[in-house]
């Protein structure tokens, strides 16, 4: 159960913070935003460039950005720190430039959470991509994603920000390998906020209860946050785990999937 993205070009940049919630793009980082003289943001930028180099102590560029995933980043230049925030750190209160300072500075757990709470409070302003209008297959010959997505949602996830789920078309989640055949049951697409549930999941003989936990799974991607942690992302944090097993058939499920996962792989896509 994987998901769509593979780690951006980390090197020489420390990802510090990242949006703590998915639906939004893969790390990118490097592509500076060009700032124009007119760039109604200029001045404000400056003002932040300025706050943050008295509270770093330390020659320090921000550059503003509109990044759907990584709020905050730091580069290192010799002395100079190039450092990379979304653009609502701009207008952000006192208090939370001031753990931006101290972050920056050494990195202060403490700084670390209120930053986190100031980008989860600006969720709304984190661009999200256009998801490119195509019909969903929601309805299997079998299951009705629809139907089985809205009840858990209902049951679990009644906060939860919308997603997508579709049926993934033919055996392309299906991978061979020398010593192993492994089925890719559903993945999760971070940046279009979409499921995809393989069709060899679409057959009488899969138990409703199995499906359900093949999209719970996905749906945690989409509501556990995933931290980067030392420039990699974490997708199945202990947070992660722990809430697996709140899914009610969870035991059997997994059991389930232990004596079935030979005749999914024999049947492909069903
Ligand atoms: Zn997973």
């Known amino acids: 159960m994987g998901r769509s993205e593979t780690p951006g070009q980390l090197a020489f940049a420390q990802v510090l913070h990242a949006a703590p919630k998915p639906g939004v793009v893969p790390v990118r980082i490097g592509g500076l935003w060009g700032v124009s003289p007119a760039d109604p ?6 003002a932040l460039e300025a706050h943050l180099s008295r509270s770093v102590g330390a020659p320090l560029v921000v550059s503003i950005t509109d990044n759907r995933r990584t709020m905050l980043s730091i580069r290192r230049e010799g002395a100079l720190r190039r450092v990379r925030l979304h653009h609502m750190f701009l207008d952000a209160p006192e208090g939370v430039l001031d753990a931006v300072g101290r972050y ?3 990195g202060e757990e403490g700084a670390g959470r209120s930053i986190d709470t100031f980008i989860a409070e600006n969720q709304h302003r984190i661009h999200r991509r256009r998801v490119p209008r195509r019909p ?14 809205a009840s ?3 049951r679990y996830f009644p906060a939860m920000a919308p997603v997508a789920v579709t049926w993934g078309r033919s055996a392309s989640g299906l991978r061979t390998s020398s010593r ?4 890719r049951m559903g993945t999760y697409y ?4 979409l499921i995809r549930i393989h069709p060899a999941l679409d057959q009488a003989w899969v138990p409703l209860y199995f499906l ?8 945690l991607h989409h509501v556990v946050p995933m931290p980067v942690i030392n420039g990699r992302r974490c997708y199945h944090t202990e947070e992660f785990r722990t809430r697996e097993l709140a899914f009610e058939d969870y035991t059997r499920a997994r059991d389930w999937e232990r004596r079935n996962l030979r005749r999914l792989l024999a049947s492909r896509d069903g």
């Open 136 to 149: 969903w297959a929601t309805r299997g010959r079998v299951f009705d994603l629809s139907a089985v997505l």
């Open 104 to 106: 920056l500075s050494h």
């Open 190 to 193: 971070l940046d279009e906020a």
């Open 212 to 219: 359900e936990w093949v999209l719970y799974h996905e749906l």
């Open 41 to 46: 943001q200029e001045g404000p930028r400056r």
């Open 180 to 183: 192993r055949r492994t089925i």
């Open 152 to 154: 858990l949602v209902g």
